[in-house]
């Protein structure tokens, strides 16, 4: 096996956004600053792109991601916000505030992004180098800290090179990020809820409110929290080769079903469909779903860890 391309580390200038966009658009990770922690960043539109965030990261379960946005217009096309979350948004955006909205439908986000959930995540980041790299892509960017998975969130170049280093193709260099700290995160609407504390503190929050915020709860909504659990509301059978009488079944590779992670084994891909496959059974005629074998190495570690915790 050839050794890993080692990443590419380029100072903030024109140049580098424009490496880096040429690279987010082709389908690549990239690390780049903002003002909380340096991210990785990809075409929140595609699913294999976002895939490829999970497996550069070595995540071992697909959560919610945030996905990064230049203004509340564009945040508006992806999320539905009402009264408080638009309040919210005049008072602290662009800055360290993540808002965790109901997703629009038809919103053009991959469903792996959000995790398969009704809900999306969204900020307008502040860092010029993040806000040149949405001007340069016109994408929205889905962006987890950009550090190995469980290992401390970077704040310096160094520190996205130290787990990353031969993972993803750039980390964009434009010294240490100001805040230093993930976002706070708000699940906006009728009782809104601090998810994740950070740099803005919930005093403030609720002075723009006018109310406090309730608990956090046990729902899982949004990044920073355990990992999510989408299940849909039939029986799902797994590592199934053919399918029962009454069952809908997802294929991989050479099983064929009603429908296919990927035929051709494709474990980016996989990712990418995994929930828009498992929402199309649940609301198929089908009683029950079933799901081929899906290999545990790489990204099929995490597909596997979502499907177990669909069939609970």
């Known amino acids: 096996m050839a050794p890993p391309t080692p990443t590419q580390c380029l100072p903030f200038g024109p140049a580098a956004i424009e490496t880096a966009a040429a690279l987010i658009l082709a389908g690549a990770p990239v690390a780049v600053p903002t003002e909380t922690v340096y991210g990785l960043a990809a075409d929140a539109t595609r699913g294999e792109a976002?895939?490829?965030?999970?497996?550069?990261?070595?995540?071992?379960?697909?959560?919610?991601?945030?996905?990064?946005?230049?203004d509340l217009g564009a945040a508006e096309a992806l999320g539905v916000f009402d009264q408080g979350a638009r309040a919210l948004a005049?008072?602290?955006?662009?800055?360290?505030?993540?808002?965790?909205?109901?997703?629009?439908?038809?919103?053009?986000?991959?469903?792996?992004?959000?995790a398969g959930l009704p809900t999306i995540a969204l900020r307008v980041p502040a860092h010029?180098?993040?806000?040149?790299?949405?001007?340069?892509?016109?994408?929205?960017?889905?962006?987890?800290?950009?550090n190995a998975s469980g290992r401390i969130s970077p704040t310096r170049a160094a520190h996205v090179l130290a787990s990353l280093d031969g993972r993803i193709p750039l980390v964009l260099d434009d010294g240490p990020t100001p805040a230093g700290l993930e976002s706070t995160i708000v699940l906006t609407g009728a009782a809104p809820r601090l998810l994740r504390?950070?740099?803005?503190?919930?005093?403030?929050?609720?002075?723009?409110?006018?109310?406090?915020?309730?608990?956090?709860?046990?729902?899982?909504?949004?990044?920073?929290?355990?990992?999510?659990?989408?299940?849909?509301?039939?029986?799902?059978?797994?590592?199934?080769?053919?399918?029962?009488?009454?069952?809908?079944?997802?294929g991989f590779g050479a099983v064929v079903g009603d429908d296919t992670l990927s035929a051709s084994g494709d474990l980016a891909k996989a990712a990418a469909r995994l929930f828009d496959c498992l929402h199309r059974a649940d609301a198929s005629a089908y009683a029950r779903i079933a799901v081929a074998p899906v290999p545990t190495e790489g990204l099929g570690a995490a597909i596997n860890d979502r499907l177990a915790r669909a069939a609970h």
């Open 90 to 114: 005049a008072a602290f955006w662009p800055g360290p505030l993540t808002l965790v909205v109901p997703r629009r439908e038809g919103a053009p986000v991959a469903s792996l992004a959000t």
């Open 128 to 146: 010029r180098a993040m806000r040149a790299l949405l001007a340069a892509t016109g994408r929205p960017l889905a962006a987890p800290s950009a």
């Open 50 to 70: 976002v895939a490829r965030i999970y497996e550069a990261k070595g995540r071992p379960s697909f959560n919610p991601l945030i996905v990064h946005v230049p």
């Open 197 to 250: 504390p950070g740099p803005i503190e919930a005093a403030a929050i609720e002075a723009v409110l006018g109310s406090p915020l309730a608990a956090a709860g046990d729902a899982i909504v949004a990044p920073g929290q355990l990992a999510s659990h989408y299940a849909p509301g039939k029986p799902l059978r797994l590592n199934a080769r053919e399918a029962a009488p009454h069952e809908w079944l997802i």
